[in-house]
């Protein structure tokens, strides 16, 4: 099991983003906010000390235009792909003027272990 979280968090933060678990959002943000999500953290491969892990995030982009949201989405993009991680979709909203840009992630990722610890 693994947990990129926080190297997501500092990757986001080098360039000038600031990344928010999508649990704790409220409406004291400001736009465009860029919020993420783990989806999926499941074993690829066991072996007896490392294995490969499936990791999935979703990212949204929130703005108050849909320039500032494509112009946000780039930049996550980016910093995304540096980070060896797959763009597996994208669907753009838009709710009451409030845009919205929901990206989704994948990378396979290998982790090591020693079989019977915990």
């Given at each position: 099991m693994m947990d990129l979280s926080p190297e997501l968090i500092d990757?986001?933060?080098r360039k000038g983003i600031t990344l928010i678990d999508e649990s704790?959002?409220?409406s004291y943000n400001t736009y465009p906010l860029v919020t993420y999500s783990l989806d999926t953290d499941t074993d690829n491969a066991v072996g007896d000390t490392l294995g490969y892990d499936n990791i999935g995030y979703t990212i949204n982009i929130w703005a108050r235009s849909k320039a500032e949201m494509a112009a946000t989405s780039i930049k996550v993009d980016i910093i995304m792909k540096?980070?060896?991680f797959e763009r597996t979709g994208g669907l753009e909203q838009v709710n009451g003027g409030l845009y919205r840009k929901i990206m989704t992630y994948y990378?396979?990722?290998r982790e090591v272990y020693t079989?019977?610890?915990t």
């Open positions: 990757a986001f933060a704790v959002q409220d540096m980070l060896r990378k396979i990722v079989k019977g610890e």
